[in-house]
């Protein structure tokens, strides 16, 4: 636990414009970022007396080992750059809103040449139009059933297009009306880009501009006497009517907007978005977050709001944003927010009406989407808890090991050795920080030396990440930026706006020893800037799977590094017994006990990620091919090579002049893959001892 005096800036030093502040913690990770109207302000509230801040905060100012600032020219750009930060740094005490579920999407992929409408999750495509989120795929499923009546849409997949547009024929859509058929040629890209559009428009809310066009051609066609298209019409007008009656009406005027609610209490708040397109409801969603900073209603609606839109632009961003409260900063966040939309936003709480009973619904939403979670959330957090405090209590550790590491060895009778290495952090994955490795030190099988291997590669990373970053150096006691783990220059970050990337850092050189400035508009960004390194932290607690052997080794590999305050055991798979280095009896935890629980997840997840690089690195092994060797033989010479022949087996049998008939294959290639082929020829044929029959070969390249 840092003192928060050994790193306050000296009076004066903070500048009083706005800004943008990072704490990091002794490791130099960013655990917590801030905006600022006034830096000197808002920085100098975290250095009073303890006593007098939220517990969260202190917690955070005692964890952290150093501040710093950039001073930026509006508080717009302060709230961009805020957003930007807490996106890259990921820092532990800043809330951050995580979906309660994955959300789809209705979404038409205009990036490409053919649009297609198709359900989507997770991250958002450049190019691609979303509708959404749904509650279920299969509503989403179900509108589009009734809209490709009217709007034919390609909704197949690129497989199924490209096969249809090679024999030509279209599938089943095709035939019963449901899909244009652009792979077939019945229309034009142009024809099937203007029915995507369309489909778009309808779905943005513009409903009646194509019903009323159905209505007056089935009137048309009525009185033209073409009795089966007017009730062809008829029926298309209808579906899209189910289709608008999916989505009731909440309110007049073709309102575009969405509503944000939130509920909350001392440790954790749910927030409930409903997106109002057209004055229907077109989305839904819901976010949870734990409360790790100081935040009141206002604050956390800011944040909702820099996650809800910090990567939208243009109509994504809704012409109102109705709130339940209004950001501390309201100006500024309402011109960011026109900024991206490109228009005014009214951003605002609704007081009566329509809106304001729209909004009372959304808050009961919010209500028993936190009740719900708290209900699955307790016993998982009291789970947690209790499983850290036994695996302490039963391998003797001084505190509850908050991050585990676990390591596995994995291969197929010695070949294709690799290892794996997870993370634990409160007892959740952490799969950011899971790393793998390949068996350098020598050839075959040897779990104990693999794990060695593996334990002295990666703490030997480690050590250096902390040699480079001067943890092991003599601390300068006159630092404004540095905390107690951070020596050498101590420059600031650039202070010419956000948009900017960091510059090189400077050399390293000796220890300052006078006072060293936090911001200097001159100044160069440090080369550690904060992102996750992959060995820079280190575990409370290594887990290796195996018993007694593994333990040996892993603890050795440790001690050659001079590395003494890290903890290690071993979990055996026979009897779920944990090994400690030099016991000869293993520690056995009750089989009900949280704390085996939590080791095993660990143990199986190291296993489960050793095992599937093994096969991935295996089946690569086995896809390749004689013509690998060619120098020069790229992948579409060798597809020409195997589809000309048929075979590997009928290459090599063919003669250098056959070769240099394929397309693209000159007499030097030829006589490369002949001596190529020649060398790697099968000793003898393969025979089945059964019949004694000769096994053809015919490997398709796989030889």
């Given amino acids: 636990m840092a003192d928060p005096s050994s790193y306050r800036p000296k009076p004066g030093q903070i500048p009083d414009s706005p800004g943008v502040y990072k704490f990091r913690d002794e490791h130099r990770r960013v655990i917590y970022v801030g905006k600022a109207k006034n830096l000197r302000q808002r920085v100098a509230n975290y250095f009073q007396d303890l006593a007098n801040l939220h517990p969260r905060t202190r917690t955070m100012v005692t964890t952290a080992a150093s501040v710093e600032w950039t001073v930026v020219s509006t508080e717009v750009e302060a709230l961009q750059l805020e957003y930007s930060w807490i996106k890259e740094f990921d820092p532990r005490f800043n809330v951050k809103y995580r979906d309660d579920k994955s959300y789809p999407y209705l979404a038409v992929t205009l990036n490409e040449e053919f649009p297609r409408v198709q359900v989507m999750r997770g991250a958002k495509k450049k190019g691609v139009r979303y509708f959404g989120p749904y509650g279920h795929a299969w509503a989403i499923r179900e509108t589009v059933d009734l809209m490709l009546r009217v709007f034919p849409v390609r909704t197949c997949s690129a497989g199924v297009f490209k096969n249809a547009a090679r024999t030509g024929r279209p599938c089943l859509l095709g035939y019963i009306g449901k899909c244009s058929a652009p792979c077939v040629g019945r229309v034009t890209p142009e024809e099937h880009r203007e029915l995507a559009e369309d489909f778009c428009d309808f779905m943005a809310g513009r409903t009646g501009t194509y019903i009323r066009r159905l209505e007056k051609d089935m009137m048309q066609a009525a009185e033209e006497m073409e009795y089966e298209r007017a009730a062809r019409l008829r029926d298309d007008a209808e ?234 150096e003599e601390q ?42 936090a911001v200097a508009e001159d100044a160069e960004p440090r080369e550690d800037d904060g992102r996750p390194k992959r060995f820079a932290y280190p575990p409370q607690l290594v887990v290796v799977d195996g018993g007694q052997p593994q333990v040996a080794a892993a603890k050795r590999a440790l001690d050659e590094l ?115 082929l020649a060398s790697t020829a099968p000793a003898a044929p393969a025979v089945n001892t059964a019949t004694g029959e000769i096994i053809e070969e015919d490997d398709g390249g796989n030889s």
């Fill in 239 to 472: 579906a899209l009517k189910r289709a608008m009656e999916k989505s009731a009406v909440v309110l007049a005027d073709a309102t575009d907007a969405d509503l944000i609610a939130v509920a909350e209490d001392e440790l954790e708040a749910a927030l409930q978005i409903f997106h109002v397109r057209g004055g229907r409801v077109r989305g839904q969603r819901g976010w949870v977050t734990d409360k790790v900073e100081a935040v009141d209603t206002s604050g956390l609606v800011e944040h909702a709001l820099q996650q809800l839109y910090g990567e939208e632009r243009g109509d994504a961003v809704p012409k109102e944003v109705l709130v339940p409260a209004l950001p501390e900063d309201t100006e500024a966040v309402s011109q960011w927010l026109a900024e991206r939309r490109g228009s005014q936003v009214s951003l605002r709480i609704p007081q009566r009406g329509d809106k304001k009973d729209l909004m009372a619904t959304v808050q009961r939403n919010a209500q028993q989407a936190l009740g719900l979670h708290k209900t699955k959330r307790a016993s998982d957090l009291t789970t947690r808890s209790r499983a850290l405090e036994e695996i302490a209590e039963a391998l003797g550790l001084d505190t509850a090991p908050l991050r585990i590491e676990c390591y596995d060895i994995s291969h197929l009778q010695g070949d294709d050795v690799v290892a794996s290495m997870v993370v634990f952090e409160d007892g959740l994955a952490r799969k950011s920080e899971y790393r793998r490795f390949q068996i350098k030190g020598f050839e075959g099988q040897d779990d104990v030396r693999s794990m060695h291997e593996v334990i002295g590669r990666r703490f030997k990373r480690y050590l250096q990440e902390k040699e480079r970053t001067g943890e092991w």
């Fill in 562 to 676: 001079g590395i003494d305050d890290i903890a290690v055991c071993g979990l055996a798979k026979r009897l779920e017994e944990v090994w400690l280095p030099d016991d000869d009896d293993p520690v056995v935890l009750p089989r009900s006990s949280e704390g085996l629980y939590l080791l095993q997840r660990v143990r199986d997840e190291a296993h489960r990620f050793a095992i599937t690089y093994q096969r991935a690195k295996r089946a690569k092994r086995i896809r390749t091919s004689p013509l690998d060797d060619v120098s020069g033989l790229g992948e579409t010479r060798k597809q020409a090579l195997i589809k000309h022949f048929g075979s590997v087996k009928k290459l090599r049998q063919a003669t250098i002049d056959e070769i240099c008939e394929v397309p693209g294959i000159g007499r030097r290639t030829a006589e490369s893959v002949a001596a190529a």
């Fill in 476 to 517: 300068p006691t006159d630092t404004a930026t540095a905390g107690p783990a951070a020596t050498g220059p101590v420059p600031g970050p650039a202070v010419t706006g956000p948009g900017l990337a960091p510059a090189a850092a400077p050399a390293a050189g000796p220890a300052p020893t006078g006072p060293v400035p």
